[in-house]
């Protein structure tokens, strides 16, 4: 499955897929101490932003992860917030937000494969934090992810309870709470929780 161009969030915002020319913003969302406290790997360098925008298109063509930028419209040329807009050009190019992924096969080795379940997953720069926006993001990817992707009955949002804000995110955007988890150190040294998101009715 080709993933899309271009996904509408809700005003101002949208998903598109990366870029080349993402990898400097890339490096530069990831030195924010707090998207490393929840993240396991981060490119330091160029060279390690192209092996990370390899990684996401790799995942794209196998079918295992769709990832996506999350970007937040230029703003007005009166300055007085993001340019109006409600679905803009894929090509247009505002403020680098975040990113959201579809992880349709468990990414640990020793989880079992499952088609029916998939997990996702994000983040947003500290610059845009506390805007509402990554719920708007998480909600955009969990609804193409329902419609592109039939053989899906549930989607997982996962973090450790001492990512209070992942829980306000889950929430709005449709995931409550499902589970708690047992830590598993070192990777994972405090419980987790599930949030989980079934496929809506017919």
Known sequence: ?????FLPAGPG??????????????????????????????????????????????????????????ELAAQ??????????????????????????????????????RTDTAEVGYWTTASVRGRGLAGRAVLALADWAFTALPALTRLELLHQVDNEPSCRVAEKAGFPHHDTLAPQPPVFPLPGHVHVRPRPAA
Not at 76 to 104: E, I, M
């Open 13 to 70: 915002l949208s998903l598109r897929p990366w870029r080349t020319r993402d990898a400097r913003e890339l490096i530069d969302a990831y030195r924010d101490p707090l998207l490393r406290q929840f993240t396991r790997t981060w490119p330091e360098d160029e060279a390690g932003a192209r092996a990370w925008l390899a990684r996401e298109e790799a995942g794209a063509r196998d079918g295992s992860r769709y990832s996506f930028a999350v």
């Open 76 to 113: 007005a040329p009166d300055g007085t917030g993001p340019a109006p807009s409600g679905v803009r050009d894929p090509a247009a190019t505002g403020l680098l937000a975040g990113c959201v992924v579809l992880k349709v096969f468990p990414h640990d080795d020793d989880r079992p494969a």
């Open 1 to 5: 499955m080709s993933k899309p161009a």
